[in-house]
Structures are given as structure tokens and as C-alpha cells.
């Protein structure tokens, strides 16, 4: 089963525009991660948020994550043609390090 | 570094017909993992290797799925039969140790089942 759901399921916006993407789980966790996806390739780690911290940062990657309501959100600013790619939370059930993927949301940046 | 390789990138077979992915992790990555992944969907773990030990194979479908990881390095994972619901990507992702986190994956396996 998936232990993580992403909303929306697509985006599409200009080139220079922010993205932001949301994934719900449904168990407590240790840490929360961000995958990156391009078409017929595999996942690439983008960033890792563990339970104890609130927000993060990577480049123009920002992670937030609540786990009172058992959510994170994914910003991209100043989105790039080259961000269209699909967009995977992974989180793991506390202890386990058994890591589940959500749905996804698949990102298009228009040039 | 070299990145994980897996094996083949494509392959087509007829419903009933048996199957071997090979994937071989990040030299020194004692943690293996075999996802799969449906057209659509996100990657649904299969089973996850600690060097050559089952660490978690409970989605794993044992009555056609087998994996093995020999002497704890490369991996290779069996279909047989295949259904056409097995059509899917076969990732495979090794990280450092089971308590490190980042996982680094493969291009996958592309398999159709006509």
C-alpha cells in the first residue's frame, strides 16, 4: 500500500514560476525524503527532512514538513525547463528504514 | 563513482514466459532494494537486502517472485511466470547501511508482458 500521497498529481507553470508540491503519509516517521524522477530514468535524492525539524533548505529546494498533520511540502522557486520531471515523497514507518514512495506529482515548466 | 547498474534496460515476453533482472549497487553499499514500478504510480518496494540477508520481502508476490543477493554484492531478481500485470519498471536502489537514508537508484528495467 502507499504510505504517501502527493497533491496535485500535476502541475504545469511558467519557466521562473514557483512549484509547490504537498505529500500526506499515515504513520509516524523518522524522516521524510524528496525524489526527483525524470522520464524513463530512475530517481535521483533531493532532500531529507527528518521528524525533529520543521524546514529545510537545499539551493532553491525549501522542505517543510508537520507532523502533527502528518504532511510536507516540496517549493522549487524559480522553476527551470529542466525541473519538469516527476516529483516522489518517500517516508519510512518509525524504525522500519523500509522506505515507501507516494503517488507523485509530475511538474511541467514551460519555456 | 560508478552508480548502480542494472540489467537489461528492455525486455518483452509473452504472458507465462520467465524473466531475470540483474542489478549490481554502489561498490560498498551493504543495503539492496528492489522496487517496481507501474506506469503512473510511485515505486512499490518488492524487497530489501541487509549484504546477503532479507531484510523485508512482505510485498514481495512469493509464488512468482524470487530474488536473491549472492555473497552480499549484486542481486538479480526472477519472474516466473509473468503476468501481464507485471508490466512495470524494475528499479534497483542500494544505500550505505540500512540507517542511511539516501537511497541511490538504478535506470531500471522496462519489462512488457504481451
Known amino acids: 500500500s502507499q504510505q504517501g500521497e502527493e497533491d496535485p498529481q500535476a502541475l504545469s507553470i511558467q519557466e521562473g514560476e514557483n512549484a509547490t508540491m504537498n505529500c500526506s503519509y499515515k504513520?509516524?516517521?523518522?524522516?521524510l525524503q524528496w525524489y526527483r524522477q525524470n522520464s524513463g530514468r530512475g530517481l535521483v535524492h533531493l532532500i531529507l527532512?527528518?521528524?525533529?525539524?520543521r524546514e529545510k533548505h537545499s539551493g532553491r529546494l525549501r522542505v517543510t514538513l508537520d507532523t502533527s498533520k502528518k504532511s510536507s511540502s516540496l517549493l522549487i522557486t524559480a522553476s527551470r525547463a529542466a525541473d519538469t520531471a516527476s516529483y516522489f515523497c518517500?517516508?519510512?514507518?518509525?524504525?522500519?528504514?523500509?522506505?515507501?514512495f507516494g503517488t507523485g506529482t509530475r511538474l511541467k515548466v514551460l519555456a | 563513482e560508478a552508480g548502480v547498474a542494472q540489467s537489461p534496460r528492455y525486455k518483452i515476453i509473452e504472458k507465462r514466459q520467465s524473466v531475470a533482472f540483474w542489478c549490481n549497487p554502489i561498490?560498498?553499499?551493504?543495503?539492496l532494494y528492489w522496487y517496481q514500478q507501474i506506469l503512473g504510480q510511485g515505486p512499490k518496494l518488492l524487497i530489501q537486502?541487509?549484504?546477503?540477508?532479507?531484510?523485508?520481502d512482505s510485498q514481495l508476490p512469493k509464488d512468482r517472485f524470487s530474488a536473491e543477493r549472492l555473497k552480499g554484492v549484486d542481486s538479480t531478481l526472477k519472474i516466473q511466470p509473468a503476468k501481464l500485470e507485471d508490466s512495470a519498471v524494475y528499479l534497483c536502489?542500494?544505500?550505505?547501511?540500512?540507517?542511511?537514508?539516501?537511497?541511490?537508484f538504478g535506470s531500471g528495467t522496462q519489462l512488457s508482458v504481451l
Open positions: 536502489a542500494s544505500s550505505l547501511q540500512v540507517r542511511v537514508e539516501k537511497l541511490f
Open positions: 504513520t509516524s516517521i523518522n524522516n
Open positions: 527532512i527528518r521528524s525533529n525539524e
Open positions: 518517500a517516508t519510512d514507518a518509525s524504525g522500519t528504514y523500509k522506505y515507501i
Open positions: 561498490s560498498g553499499h551493504a543495503t
Open positions: 537486502f541487509q549484504n546477503n540477508g532479507v531484510v523485508d
